[in-house]
T-cell receptor, first 115, second 112 residues
Framework: GAVVSQHPSRVICKSGTSVKIECRSL??????MFWYRQFPKQSLMLMAT?????????EQGVEKDKFLINHASLTLSTLTVTSAHPEDSSFYIC???????????FGPGTRLLVL | GENVEQHPSTLSVQEGDSAVIKCTYS??????FPWYKQELGKGPQLIID?????GEKKDQRIAVTLNKTAKHFSLHITETQPEDSAVYFC???????????FGTGTRLTVIP
């Protein structure tokens, strides 16, 4: 299957700082990438859909100014959590769609802890 | 929108036994149903998927069945092994619609 990487795998930051998470498709080009958030023992919650070269589409209730998404190339999307607060602590997972398969492959996730 | 329900939430089986996880969906337009396995602290891994033009798909010890009329699909794992222990998520979507609607997950524990 297709390989998606995320960096960093875990990050600890102070409240008020911004954190950038990278998502890369390693062996394919992804015109569409997705960002999810997952709380402990819960399912994945879609935050936004990111299309290369255009603005991301955010799900209802997700603050676009809080969670900045950039998809500048066919292999890279970034999620920046701005002015992070403890309630932003979570497991953030990206996925990339293999268009020919109409299938999403997920990255390994990034655990964010805001102190 | 689509609503995917998944049962059971937890499942324990003896090593070597079979495990079955069931999902139902609400939108009859959904036609793609993947299953993901998520191990602790990792991202979901696609293990098998099925599209609405077939009723069953098998890959070694894993199989998925789809009943379009009843709008439910199931994951079957035979000869379970301890390494099958994980959380399994079903999902549904429409071709071309991008969005995956996930079930709530099933924590499978295989007891050696």
């Amino acid at each position: 299957g297709a390989v998606v990487s995320q960096h960093p795998s875990r990050v600890i930051c102070k409240s008020g700082t911004s954190v950038k998470i990278e998502c890369r498709s390693l062996d394919f080009q992804a015109t569409t990438m997705f960002w999810y958030r997952q709380f402990p023992k819960q399912s994945l919650m879609l935050m936004a859909t990111s299309n290369e070269g255009s603005k991301a589409t955010y799900e209802q209730g997700v603050e676009k100014d809080k969670f900045l998404i950039n998809h500048a190339s066919l292999t890279l999307s970034t999620l920046t959590v701005t002015s992070a607060h403890p309630e932003d602590s979570s497991f953030y997972i990206c996925s990339a769609e293999v268009r020919s398969e109409e299938t999403q492959y997920f990255g390994p996730g990034t655990r964010l802890l805001v102190l | 929108g689509e609503n995917v329900e998944q049962h059971p939430s937890t499942l324990s089986v003896q090593e070597g036994d079979s495990a079955v996880i069931k999902c139902t969906y609400s939108d009859s337009a959904s036609n793609y149903f993947p299953w993901y396995k998520q191990e602790l602290g990792k991202g979901p891994q696609l293990i098998i998927d099925i599209r609405s033009n077939v009723g069953e798909k098998k890959d070694q010890r894993i199989a998925v069945t789809l009943n379009k009329t009843a709008k439910h699909f199931s994951l079957h794992i035979t000869e379970t092994q301890p390494e099958d222990s994980a959380v399994y998520f079903c999902a549904g979507s429409q071709t071309g619609a991008n969005n995956l609607f996930f079930g709530t997950g099933t924590r499978l524990t295989v007891i050696p």
